[in-house]
């Protein structure tokens, strides 16, 4: 008996190592992959116990949503906190949620009004393939996103409008909107307002985003320079879960901005995120909607982040569409040219 329980406890120490290898193996493959360099041994041993509990993760989150795939990717050596506070928003960025503002201002709220005869929609649909969309964009370590998502509305609504596809200064944005708290996070609508306020946004080429390193920075607009302008803006929603209306505006209109919980979406390899308790609706990130596709036999949003190329297909990821999804029918608005 005692020689069988010897043999147990070596067999489960010998499992131990090896897994403890293959995790190392795959820390360094990481490390390869991303270019991370770690400057002394106690921060590599830091950041490979970060990697080993985000793995941990991932492959829970991978058990919970069979139409999803989560595993190792380039935030993989951060702590979720090291995370939400580089690449998301505090959740007190947004302001009070629609459906409060609409019951305390309804005359003063531009609202979408969507058409008496809902139209029979077609099963894909993607403004990307009309050369409606621009490149992704690398927010980098600022929590800026609700100005890229305002600034990516506005590209794709001022080529729709009969204009030439543009880039346009985000950077504007983050260091001029003083309503708003630059990386600190902010809100479209008020975004918008900036935008409208100021006459307009600048060209990306005139002014660059700066922010990477996640400094507001001082504002250097120029009115000379303007590029493009809005008369407006708008809630394309009037209350959440309107999915059906937020596809209605996407095909009549151009890819809107949203407003989701993203606090998982670290771990996001690929595939569709399709369950809901995977995030909930404590809206953290703005992205844009692009249009609609059937994946796995669901239909699916597509979703354009701003996070660089480098994660998942491409900077986009698929959500479910129809049961909202890390709250992505909660706030979603547009600009109007």
Known sequence: MKSLLFVCALLVLF??????????????QFQKTYFKTYH?????????????KNLK??????????????????????SQEEFSSFYLMPKSSLKNTLRQQLSADDDRLPVWQSPSHIQALPTSYDWRSKGMVTPVYNQAQCGSCWAFSTTENIESMWAIAGHTLTTLSTQQIVSCDQVDAGCGGGDPPTAYQYVHGAGGLEYLKDYPYTSSAGVSGKCKFDKADLAVQISNWTYVITSPREEMQVQQWTYTNGPPSIC??????SN?????????????????????ITGWDVQSGMNVWVVRNSWGTDWGYSGYLYVGMGSEVCGIAQKVTSSVI
């Open 15 to 28: 499992v131990s190592v090896l897994s403890m290898a293959e995790e190392e193996r795959e820390f360094k």
């Open 40 to 52: 002394s041994q106690e921060e590599y041993d830091h950041r490979f116990v970060i990697f080993k």
């Open 57 to 78: 993760q991932a492959k829970e989150m991978d058990a919970k949503d069979p139409h999803a795939s989560f595993g190792v990717t380039k935030f993989s050596d951060l």
């Open 260 to 265: 989701v919980d993203a606090s998982t979406w």
């Open 268 to 288: 996001y390899k690929g595939g569709v995120i399709s369950t809901k308790s995977l995030c909930g609706k404590a809206l953290d990130h703005c992205v844009q």
